[in-house]
């Protein structure tokens, strides 16, 4: 979801470094796998708006955490030329054990980038991936 929104490029640098003022920083990200029903586009503003796959088989509600700072998140960049920031995280790896993932329904269409609010519905989406087709997770 590329943005020319240099506000937004600024706040994201400054978020995902932990610098911003005043509020209050999520321990973790979550990366959440979402079916086609909705596509995660500029307007997606909560995990709600998307249909989460069904849980189980080695994927929980929320999806996979991403730890905040340098382990998870290899690169933060702030691009004033280009009015973005550049964000770029470890490999997220969901292994199916039990069943595929998901353990029932449509594969995962989408991947969503999301806070760490209790309620994952509340969750603020971030960022998102299309991942082209439906994708499932063998068992093992």
């Known amino acids: 979801m590329p943005q020319t929104n240099k506000g937004l490029g600024l706040l994201l640098e400054g978020m995902f470094r932990g610098q911003f003022n005043g509020g209050a920083f999520p ?52 691009d004033d030329t280009n009015d973005l920031a550049y964000v770029q995280t470890t490999d997220v ?10 353990a029932s329904g449509s594969g995962a269409r989408y991947s969503a980038l999301t806070d760490d609010n209790a ?9 998102g991936w299309d991942l082209v087709s439906d994708r499932t997770v063998s068992d093992g």
């Open 93 to 102: 790896v969901f292994t199916a054990s039990g069943g595929p993932i998901p």
């Open 27 to 78: 321990t973790n990200f979550y990366v959440l796998l979402a079916t086609s029903a909705a596509a995660v586009v500029a307007d997606t503003n909560t995990a709600s708006e998307l249909t989460q796959i069904a849980t189980g088989n080695g994927y929980a509600d929320g999806g996979a955490a991403k730890a905040r700072g340098t382990t998870d998140f290899e690169a933060i960049v702030e």
């Open 119 to 127: 309620t994952v519905a509340s969750r603020l989406v971030m960022g």
